[in-house]
């Protein structure tokens, strides 16, 4: 995806980002923890247009936590993008972008062939030092 459609999808779902990522990953959210039927309407209004359009079937929550993979992704320097150096980059992320962090964190968790296809990689050796990342951070209560 280009970096302009991934900034303008970030700059639309900001709100929701940043709430679903104040969450612990520990907690099981729903659509009602991003706020009142207002602003529930209108986030996920944003999101199915933007699914439709991106041909993703995905959760309201699940694809707010896609674009901040997306968005994590694309702010890491080329060399950072690599399979084997990616895993490290997310604990550089954490600190700057930690509720972004922890929605890549909690999409990886449940469906982790979207960051390994984003990366490039089917190695297990990736996956397995991404899953010890969110392990270490589930149990923080990141």
């Not at 900034?7 to 709100?15: E, G, K, P, Q, S």
Request: proline share 4%; net charge positive.
């Amino acid at each position: 995806m280009e970096t302009k459609t991934i900034l303008r999808r970030y700059a639309d779902h900001y709100d929701a980002i940043k709430k679903i990522g104040s969450y612990p990953l520990s907690k099981q959210l729903q659509l009602s923890d991003l706020g009142d039927v207002k602003t529930l309407k209108a986030v996920s209004q944003k999101c199915y247009i933007d699914m439709k359009k991106d041909k993703y079937e995905l959760s309201v929550i699940d694809y707010v936590c896609l674009i901040s993979t997306w968005f994590i992704f694309n702010e890491a320097p080329e060399e950072d993008r690599k399979p084997e150096k990616f895993p490290k980059r997310i604990g550089v992320a954490l600190i700057v972008r930690t509720e972004e962090t922890r929605n890549l964190l909690r999409l990886f968790n449940k469906r982790p062939e979207f960051l390994m296809d984003l990366i490039g990689s089917k190695d297990i050796s990736v996956y397995s030092e991404m899953a010890r990342f969110w392990y270490r951070f589930y149990n923080r209560k990141l």
